[in-house]
């Protein structure tokens, strides 16, 4: 059964909390993009939440929630993107299968997972009309897999596409505040599977299973990986995955 967004919450950490209290750490960043701040456009499933929450981190607090149709916009934009497998398993996973423990995981057929697959392909075609349509000074594509276990590589990658500094304390507080493990306890693992969201980060209940890459080859029974590869097979090509 298709699960909806749920419920809002308002989930405080009082151990930690999502922005640096030394502000000197990001106002020069603020200062220079205050009256345009970037924006970002995620496919579903990509990590585009990790994304927009460690922009905003960076921001203090000035990204809007990311976006998953194609818009128009004289602002830097920022779009994070996935191998189109995982997104899709990770998409049925949440909006079907509704299981979030290793222990409850349920293997899918391609027949199972088609519809999502579907879904993902249209949104690699959103992806590619970034590409296409906007000045590469202008658009900047974040690959899940480069950074998701290493924050710095983003950092580095960030401040070369806006022109930044994000000092080392920032980076630091970075990969201490969004990191997976935190992350789950804090949010995705506190909230009722599936039913409820954080209203701040948009994280919401059960958001999270492995965050790994090639989590497809294990919840698709593998008599149907070939299927799934030549379904993304243009897309993958294009993005630099391996089939």
């Keep these: 059964t298709k699960v909806g967004r749920g419920r809002k919450w308002n989930i405080k950490d009082t151990s930690q ?3 640096v209290e030394d502000k000197t750490l990001v106002n020069d960043i603020v200062e220079k993009y205050k009256d345009n701040f970037p924006k970002v456009y995620g496919v579903p499933r990509s990590g585009s939440t990790l994304l927009r929450n460690i922009l905003n981190t960076i921001f203090d ?4 929630v990311q976006k998953h149709d194609y818009f128009k916009t004289d602002a830097k934009v920022i779009c994070s993107y996935r191998d189109f497998r995982d997104s899709t398993i990770s998409q049925w996973r949440i909006q079907k299968a509704g299981f979030d423990k290793e222990e409850d995981a349920k293997v899918a057929t391609f027949g199972k997972i088609e519809e999502n697959a579907h879904r993902i392909k249209s949104q690699a075609g959103t992806l590619k009309q970034f590409k296409d349509r906007y000045p590469s000074n202008q658009v900047y594509f974040a ?17 070369k596409f806006l022109d930044i500094t994000i000092k080392g304390q920032l980076r630091k507080f970075l990969q201490r505040t969004w990191n997976k493990k935190r992350i789950k306890k804090i949010y ?22 492995k965050g790994k890459v090639g989590t497809w080859k294990e919840l698709l029974q593998k008599n149907d ?9 243009k897309e993958l090509l294009e993005w630099g995955y391996k089939i």
Excluded at 61 to 64: Q, R, S
Excluded at 143 to 159: A, G, V
Aim: with cysteine; net charge negative; charged share 30%.
């Design 17 to 19: 909390n999502n922005f």
């Design 61 to 64: 607090g000035n990204i809007k």
């Design 143 to 159: 690959r899940y897999e480069d950074y998701h276990d290493n924050f710095d590589i983003l950092c580095d990658d960030l401040e």
């Design 188 to 209: 995705s693992d506190s909230l009722e599977a599936f039913q409820g969201y954080d209203e701040q980060t948009e994280i919401h209940g059960q958001h999270i299973y």
């Design 225 to 233: 990986h070939k299927m799934l590869n030549e379904f993304f097979q």
